[in-house]
Structures are given as C-alpha cells and as structure tokens.
C-alpha cells in the first residue's frame, strides 16, 4: 500500500497562522534536548513535537490568529514543517528543502534533493535530516544548509525521521524507516549505520522511542517494538490493519490508527490491545493521534476530528469538517488545531469539541 499524503495544500504556499504555538511548541525537557546555536534552542524540533510523538504543544494560542505571511515553495507541501534556530523548515514534492526566516517568511537558504520529498524534517542540534522519495536520507546543516553526510537507502522514505541516545556511550542514534521495509539507525555526526531492523512491507510513518524502544507501524499491519541500542526486536503486536501514520507512545502505551478504520491502544510491554476505537465506517486513520493527560485526538476519512477517553478508548466527541482529515492535530492546552481536506485550519475546544 502507498501511503496517502498526510496532508495536501491546494497551492505551493506554506502559511504561517499560529505563531505563538509553533515559536514554542516543545516542552522544557525537549528544549533542553536541543543546542541552542545561534538563533536560541528549537521549538519544534520533531514530527509531532517530541520524541514521543505526542501531538502536544505546551504554549498558547491566539484568540484570533492571523496570517503572518507565506512562503512559495514552487510546488506542493505534502507534510508538515519543523521550527529551530529562527527558521521554519520543510521540504517540497520539487525536491527541494527550504529554510524559512520564522519572522519575515524570507528564505534563507533552499537545498536540492532531486526526489520529492514527502516526509517532515527532523532537527537535532545544528543538523537538519531528511529524506526523500528517491530514498536518499540526508544531512544538512541546519544554519547554512551545507550537506553534512548522506546515505542511499534506496526505497522511499515516507516518514520522518527521530532520534535517540545510547545510554553507555552519549551516541546519539538517528532513525528513520524506508519503502524497503527496514527500519535503519545512523550516527548522528558521521553517517555511520548502526542498525537495520526488517519488516515485512513498507514503512510509512515515522518512529515513536521512548530511549529505550523504538516503536512503528507499517503495511504489514504490525506495531514493531525494537531496542534502541541494537535495533533487536523485543516484540510486535498485529494491529489489523495497514499502518499509514504513525504511533504515539506515552507511558509504555501505543496509540496508533489504521487503514482498517480503527485506533488502537497497544501496552508495549505486555504487548497486547488495551483498547480499540472505530470501525470501518470512519473511512480509515491516515492521521497520527495526539496524546493529552486524558484524551486522545486523532484525524479521519470520514470528515471527522475525533476525541476518546485515553483510557477506555470510549467516544467523547467528534468534530465535523467539509474534507478528510488526514492531517495530525496538536493538542495546545485546552485547544486542538487540525488541518482538513476542506483547505481549513480549524481550532477545536478540547473539552466539549465546539469550533473555537
């Protein structure tokens, strides 16, 4: 199964709307995680926000959010960007990475990759990685967009990179997931593969870890638990169906949603189902969940924004919109801000599900 674009722009345009979220979407820990270099430590380092890939930002939003700017990229935006340094970072289905200047929307440098690039960049101290659909996985300094090291997989990269640290040595590992159904670990400075892990079919999304397990789905319908250090498997858990998005994983829980219409709660260490959510009826689960203290919030097929009980997996509300949502939503406090198919960022009371 090819994945689905997480989320499509009707024209070449990045649109800079919720300053105040994505200026500090990151928790203090994973602040402090990053080098601040010149322009002061990333905000938004990872898909997702964090490690974890949690969905949640802990800032504020606006009340009435306007357009700052926008940046053409020359073609379509088909995931979503990565904030650090001052800059606003993406790639484009032309090939090409852009560093944006997160204040004015200026460019301040752009390099070619000559493959579309569907999946987010990753930002670790002063190295941007990224990969593309011609499966070279990239490294690029973040500050002046030179290529630090690459490294041809050979199968599409779809998902985003993360990252992770060996405890014994400092070594800080870099992760990512390829149309050759492995899962590979890199030296973050030198490029040297550590670890390649095979699955049975693609992967699409990008990996969850925790620092001691990396977890990820993919089309061969399974949650793959495997240890950061060696890249052994420690287990898996058969969801029932494709995996397009990506999991979340929040203490030693999984949530992940899948082409089969359902999301699902998996305890990595028991490695079993805690709870399913949906049916086929919602049209399938291309979006990745965001993970609240109680909630969980996810995108659908079936023009919905869904939120269910974290713990029983029980329907609180749903959100109606005009197109498919297969964006990711960022929970932001009390807020949940979602993207759809219908051209529109909408913000979403956590609590009752009521368009703010």
């Known amino acids: 199964m090819k994945k689905e674009h997480m989320l499509t722009l009707s024209k070449p345009l990045i649109y800079m709307l919720l300053a105040a979220a994505l200026l500090g979407g990151c928790s203090e820990t994973e602040v402090s995680d990053q080098s601040p270099g010149e322009y002061g430590a990333a905000s938004w380092p990872v898909f997702r926000g964090d490690r974890n890939l949690s969905g949640v930002a802990d800032v504020r939003i606006p009340d009435d959010p306007v ?32 560093a944006v200047d997160i204040q004015t929307g200026s460019k301040k440098w752009e390099y070619a990759t000559d493959d579309d690039i569907e999946a987010s960049p990753m930002l670790l101290d002063r190295t941007l990685y990224i990969g593309n659909l011609g499966g070279l996985f990239l490294a690029l300094d973040a500050l002046t967009g030179t290529l630090r090291w690459k490294y ?17 040595n400092d070594e800080k590992l870099v992760l990512v997931g390829s149309y050759d159904s492995r899962m590979y670990a890199f030296d973050a400075e030198t490029g040297t593969l550590r670890w ?38 420690q287990g898996e858990v ?34 079993n189902i805690i709870w399913e959510y949906g049916d086929r009826k919602n049209g399938g689960f291309f979006s990745s969940p965001a993970v609240g203290k109680d909630r969980v919030f996810i995108g659908s097929r079936d023009r919905l924004l869904h939120c269910v009980n974290r ?15 297969d964006s990711s939503p960022v929970l932001v406090k009390d807020r949940v801000v979602c993207a759809s198919a219908d051209g529109r960022l909408y913000i979403v009371n956590a609590v009752d599900g009521k368009e703010i």
Request: net charge negative; glycine share 14%.
């Open 152 to 168: 041809d997989i050979g199968g599409d990269i779809m998902g985003s990179a993360n990252w992770a640290s060996i405890k014994d």
């Open 67 to 98: 357009l700052l700017w926008t940046f053409d990229t020359g073609s379509p935006v088909v995931s979503s960007p990565v904030i650090g340094h001052g800059c606003v970072f993406i790639g484009s289905t032309k090939g090409t990475v852009f």
């Open 238 to 271: 058969w969801a029932g169906s494709y995996i397009a998005g990506s999991a979340a994983l929040v203490d030693d829980r999984a949530y992940v949603g899948h082409y089969g219409g359902k999301l699902v709660c998996i305890d990595i260490k028991e490695r």
């Open 196 to 233: 390649t892990y095979e699955t049975d079919y693609y992967i699409n999304g990008a990996p969850a870890t925790d620092g001691t397990s990396v977890v990820f789905g993919g089309c061969d319908e399974k949650l793959h638990i495997v240890s950061v250090a060696d890249g052994v498997k």
């Open 311 to 325: 713990e029983t997996g029980e329907r609180l509300w749903t959100f109606p919109t005009r197109g498919d949502v």
